[in-house]
Each structure stands twice: as C-alpha cells, then as structure tokens.
T-cell receptor
Framework: DQQVKQNSPSLSVQEGRISILNCDYT??????FLWYKKYPAEGPTFLIS?????DKNEDGRFTVFLNKSAKHLSLHIVPSQPGDSAVYFC??????????FGDGTTLTVKP | NAGVTQTPKFRVLKTGQSMTLLCAQD?????MYWYRQDPGMGLRLIHY???????AKGEVPDGYNVSRLKKQNFLLGLESAAPSQTSVYFC????????????FGEGSRLTVL
C-alpha cells in the first residue's frame, strides 16, 4: 500500500511557463512534506518543504501548497527553466523522522 | 565539500557473492539511511540508524545487513547477492532539524548477474 503517490510519471512544459507537480498521501500522521530534485547519475537534493501547520511555503521560483483535507500537495515552479528538467520526488514524514517517497515525476522543460 | 560519500559507485556481482557498500558523512549527522531505487520507482528504505551503534529495519530489509560502528560511517552488506538486488543504492544522512531534510550521496549502482 503506497502511502505517497505521484500519479503523473512525466510532465512536459515550455520554458517560462508554470510547472505543477502533484503528490497525494494516505497517512494522516504525516506532518512534514518535502520535495527533492534528482538529476541523472546524481543523488536527490532537497528543494523545499512544508509542515502540516502551513498551507503554503515559497522559496524563489518554487512554491509548495498543502491541502490537508484532500491529503494533497503540489509544487509550482514559475517560471520554468530548462535547468529544472529533472526527476522530482515528493516525500513525507512523521515528526521529521524517516521519509516515505513517491515514485517521482520526470519534468522536461522545453526551450 | 565532501558531504555524503558512497563507495564503490559501480559494482557487478555474481549470484551468491557478498559485498559491502560504504557510506561516509562528514557533517556530524546522527541519522543515516540506506535506500534503494529501482527503475520507475521511488526510494525505498532498507535500513536506518538513529545514532552510533544503533540500526533498525526499514521497508525492504530482507537480504541486507547494516552496521554503524562509527558515527560517520554506515555500512550496507549483502551476504548472498540475488538478481532482485540489482538496483541503485543511496545513502543519506540528517540531523533531522525542523524538516528532516536528507543529504544524499551520489549513489552506488549494483548489478547482480
């Protein structure tokens, strides 16, 4: 039973437009949510996070939105750049403990 | 900026052989983790450690053993490798802090023939 799901394996957007990556979770005990970015042949790197007491967190071009009632979060990238092309993983944890990851979404930003 | 270092980066084994993956971190982190990533899938937790001398099972621990004899090192062992263990292995560490952000190594690609 997968507790963190990213239902879109891939997403393609034009440079300068908005990228929206989605993530759903089932465990209501999760209280920290993180996004990681992964380039080929590299390890994932932390991008942005949000705690369950907030519904939005912003860092430059990246914004994460959390809808607790729907158990859904999304990552918005505006404007999208070709260098944003990567695999994005959603992760969730209880009390900032060990993280459970989704399967990832491959984002391609076309010039 | 070493961060988290994994060795080896690539390895090919025959079924039944044993090997050890080494993870070393220089950030004085308490928590260390071993994940595996299979094609089209996310990272699944194998084993983890919450401090020197401690280990615990994760989501997919069967066929693996771990040791954390020193705070900066976390070893992942395969006693008798199987083709199902062909994967990319990632080590991560953290001090948890506010969000539990993980710092990952570059990965170790293991192929079992």
């Amino acid at each position: 039973d997968q507790q963190v799901k990213q239902n879109s394996p891939s997403l393609s957007v034009q440079e300068g437009r908005i990228s929206i990556l989605n993530c759903d979770y089932t465990n209501s005990m999760f209280d920290y949510f993180l996004w990681y970015k992964k380039y080929p042949a590299e390890g994932p790197t932390f991008l942005i996070s949000i705690s369950s007491i907030k519904d939005k967190n912003e860092d430059g071009r990246f914004t994460v939105f959390l809808n607790k009632s729907a158990k859904h979060l999304s990552l918005h990238i505006v404007p999208s750049q070709p260098g944003d092309s990567a695999v994005y993983f959603c992760a969730a944890s209880v009390g900032a403990g060990k993280s459970t990851f989704g399967d990832g979404t491959t984002l391609t930003v076309k010039p | 900026n070493a961060g988290v270092t994994q060795t080896p980066k690539f390895r090919v084994l025959k079924t039944g052989q044993s090997m050890t993956l080494l993870c070393a971190q220089d950030m004085n982190h308490e928590y260390m983790y071993w994940y595996r990533q299979d094609p089209g899938m996310g990272l699944r937790l194998i084993h983890y450690s919450v401090g020197e001398g401690t280990t615990a099972k994760g989501e997919v621990p069967d066929g693996y053993n771990v040791s954390r004899l020193k705070k900066q090192n976390f070893l992942l062992g395969l006693e008798s490798a199987a083709p199902s263990q062909t994967s990319v292995y990632f080590c991560a560490s953290t001090n948890r802090g506010v969000t539990g952000e993980l710092f990952f190594g570059e990965g170790s690609r293991l192929t079992v023939l």
